[in-house]
């Protein structure tokens, strides 16, 4: 029992990893007063980008910077239009999910011709690491031995780096000028301007850092959790790592358990696919694969409280004169 336990708790990390990583973009984003609908085609194209460099190069870690050099790219892009042209947030960020979305077709079936896949990286993607004593520990130590073995241990680094990420997010938000400042541009950027600070230079550096975070996200879903890129691979977990910023009333804590959460329930789904049930047999495996995003929809609708928003979130700024 434990072991089928620690199992599903270990898949539920995996899983929510591209999740955290993309709801600390979200909230980077949206604490600077930034809506930023296109977390999901930042991933999508860092995803592509990661995957073509670590196939062509046959390093990971140069897919990794690829990844990001491109997402940050397209945050900056978006934050152009957002911050500079003061256009229409969720417009521009859907923009930006659809050019990704074409672009990565596109460019997949003319470089590669495989249908806008890639080829796979099996040998240059980031691996499994097993921390110091794990085997030893789940032979000879009872439960605390399999937990630490199986969930703690096994993961590849993004993996490790998706908590750092959440931990350094709570502290650069929280205990640093830089979060101050970004926090105050989100609630009343007309107090940061008249401090001699300026708004557009704090919210180019939120889209720098959501860019960042976007491509960490997507090359974990390319070159870690799998071994190639596939079209549409990110499933809306970009739409996801949004509803976590709202559960977790953007704050990084409450968003890190509303990624879990989704994660562990996206695991349950995979073991619940094969379950006989009485009267009715085996469902559809469509079924199942509904359910993580249903129960997401009903606690966001039901059992959040009351969630509320930077106060100036989506509100393009106009210097006074």
């Not at 606690?299 to 959040?304: R, S």
Request: neutral net charge; aromatic residues 10%.
């Amino acid at each position: 029992m434990f072991d089928q336990i620690f199992s599903l708790l270990g898949a539920s990390i995996r899983l929510a990893t591209p999740l955290m990583f993309a709801a600390m973009a979200g909230i980077f984003s949206e604490r600077s007063g930034i809506v930023d609908i296109g977390l999901e085609g930042k991933m999508l194209i860092s995803a592509f980008a990661s995957a073509c460099a670590a196939y062509e190069t046959g390093s990971p870690w140069l897919g990794l910077l690829a990844g990001i050099l491109v997402s940050v790219m397209f945050a900056l892009m978006h934050g152009y239009a957002s911050i500079t042209q003061r256009g229409d947030q969720t417009i521009s960020g859907l923009a930006v999910n659809f050019l990704a979305s074409g672009l990565t077709v596109v460019l997949g079936h003319a470089w590669y011709g495989q249908g806008g896949l890639t080829p796979s990286v099996h040998d240059e993607r980031f691996k499994s690491i097993i921390l110091p004593g794990a085997e030893w520990l789940g032979e000879n130590v009872p439960v605390v031995g399999p937990f630490y073995e199986q969930v703690i241990s096994g993961h590849n680094i993004l993996v490790y780096l998706a908590f750092v990420s959440v931990a350094a997010a709570y502290w650069v938000l929280f205990r640093t000028r830089f979060g101050l400042r970004l926090r105050a541009t989100g609630e009343e950027p007309n107090a940061v301007d008249s401090a001699g600070i300026s708004v557009a230079w704090v919210r180019y550096r939120a889209m720098i850092v959501t860019g960042v975070l976007c491509g960490c996200a997507g090359t974990y879903l390319s070159i870690a959790q799998n071994a190639a890129f596939q079209r549409e691979m990110t499933a809306g977990r970009g739409y996801i790592a949004l509803a976590a910023v709202i559960f977790g009333k953007w704050h990084p804590k409450g968003a890190l358990g509303a990624c879990l959460l989704f994660g562990f329930l996206q695991s349950l789904e995979t073991r619940l696919q094969s379950v006989q049930l009485p009267l009715v047999g085996e469902l559809p495996s469509q079924v199942f694969s509904a359910i993580p995003y249903i129960i997401t929809v009903v606690l966001l609708a039901g059992f959040i409280g009351k969630a509320i928003a930077p106060k100036n979130v989506g509100v393009p700024y106009v210097k006074e004169r």
